[in-house]
């Protein structure tokens, strides 16, 4: 996941901790290591970047930690007004590609001839997805307000297919061959 799958998790814990979210993009497609419109894309060329502010009262303490298994990310600060629940809901399911990629094969490792056409990496389908933060009561328990957070949509990857370097070889017409008879018996 990288970079993105950091700053996803770190999304998700400003969410539960109430910190107040200024930017945050999706990805240009879905990802595996979060649901739908839970993920906060970033870039190096800062076209897309995940930036937050603490309206809070007190001064908020981020802490990371990261494993061969998990990442965790924990915020301590004062307690949300609220305790809050997520929840993603995908309103728009295989959306699928309206185009693909055809490339040529040099190597001959997926497809041999000009005229075979070699399906290699299936494309992502599409999808439109909504993020809800539904907020309760810390004593009660009681459903106190539902928000819409974010409203994503997620391009379909491509169907990314090989054709070979070499004409085939076809096959001659048959040809026949006759001789005139001149031996007389």
Not at 15 to 44: F, K
């Amino acid at each position: 996941g990288g970079s993105c799958q950091a700053s996803s998790t770190l999304y998700g814990a400003l969410l539960e901790a109430g910190v107040t979210i200024v930017e945050r993009y999706n990805h240009s497609m879905t990802v595996g290591y979060c649901q739908p419109s839970m993920d906060a894309a970033v870039t190096d060329t800062g076209s897309k970047d995940l930036v937050f502010r603490n309206d809070s009262e007190a001064p908020i303490y981020i802490y990371t930690s990261v494993s061969t298994t998990q990442a965790i990310v924990r915020i301590y600060g004062v307690r949300p007004e609220y305790r809050y629940e997520f929840r993603s809901i995908v309103t728009q399911d295989n959306i699928m590609p309206s185009s693909e990629s055809v490339r040529v094969d040099t190597t001959g490792e997926y497809a041999t001839y000009t005229d075979e056409k070699v399906l290699v990496t299936e494309g992502k389908t599409g999808r439109r997805s909504e993020l809800w933060r539904d907020s309760y009561d810390w004593e009660t328990g009681e459903l106190v307000d539902t928000l819409q957070i974010s409203s994503d949509y997620y391009t379909p990857g491509k169907n990314i297919y090989y054709v070979g370097t070499q004409q085939r070889l076809t096959a001659m017409p048959s040809a026949t061959s006759t001789t005139p008879n001149t031996n007389s018996w």
